[in-house]
T-cell receptor, first 122, second 114 residues
Framework: DGGITQSPKYLFRKEGQNVTLSCEQN?????MYWYRQDPGQGLRLIYY???????QKGDIAEGYSVSREKKESFPLTVTSAQKNPTAFYLC?????????????????????FGPGTRLTVL | GENVEQHPSTLSVQEGDSAVIKCTYS??????FPWYKQELGKGPQLIID?????GEKKDQRIAVTLNKTAKHFSLHITETQPEDSAVYFC?????????????FGAGTRLAVHP
């Protein structure tokens, strides 16, 4: 799991409640990502941040929010607006921003994942 | 939209046999293709990757091949062992939805039987 930690490992939430998932990295990576994983599907990008104080929506951002106040931290809040929040959530980081000029600087593209948080809505 | 297709979804082999997982991608401009192994309840671990300027890369018992013309790449595991049992994901780095990102295949569940 490298230098990425996620907490908690398991999380239970009642319907209508917001919940925040923690992600911390000590790899000195600029870019961080949040993915959602559902059974039988690939990872889907929720939000990503290329640098501190900046973040962008991914493919399935509705019902989620993030912040990036510190380089090492990228918390994800699952709001009550997320219709089907039960899933396995994965945080990742990479050395540099996705899409660095040239594209062949792929060391910047290597993403390292945390151990994940399994969220269950009761 | 841009996507990555991965086959098969499940694969069962005997210990010592080889396993092959195949992926195709849609964006001809993609230039980076990682493979991840995910064990139960854990995050994916990068096991090997390949850049578009090479056709093959090996690391001990695993190898990846890339055919840019056909837009497909494959993971080969030789002399499989029970500890190879896991879900394997391929991914392709491409421009989609207005930004560059990794797009993942749906995964292959590999079971290696002793």
């Amino acid at each position: 799991d490298g230098g990425i930690t996620q907490s908690p490992k398991y999380l239970f939430r009642k319907e209508g409640q917001n919940v925040t998932l923690s992600c911390e990295q000590n790899l000195n990576h600029d870019a961080m990502y949040w993915y959602r994983q559902d059974p039988g599907q690939g990872l889907r990008l929720i939000y990503y941040s290329q640098i501190v104080n900046d973040f962008q929506k991914g493919d399935i951002a509705e019902g989620y929010s993030v912040s990036r106040e510190k380089k090492e931290s990228f918390p994800l809040t699952v709001t009550s607006a997320q219709k089907n929040p039960t899933a396995f959530y994965l945080c990742a980081s990479s050395k540099g921003p996705a899409g660095l000029a040239g594209g062949y600087l792929s060391s910047y593209n290597e993403q390292f994942f945390g151990p994940g948080t399994r969220l269950t809505v009761l | 939209g841009e996507n990555v297709e991965q086959h098969p979804s499940t694969l069962s082999v005997q210990e010592g046999d080889s396993a092959v997982i195949k992926c195709t991608y849609s964006d001809s401009a993609s230039n980076y293709f990682p493979w991840y192994k995910q064990e139960l309840g854990k995050g994916p671990q990068l096991i090997i990757d390949i850049r578009s300027n090479v056709g093959e890369k090996k690391d001990q018992r695993i190898a990846v091949t890339l055919n840019k013309t056909a837009k497909h790449f494959s993971l080969h595991i030789t002399e499989t062992q029970p500890e190879d049992s896991a879900v394997y994901f391929c991914a392709a780095f491409m421009f989609s939805g207005g930004y560059n990102k990794l797009i993942f295949g749906a995964g292959t569940r590999l079971a290696v039987h002793p």
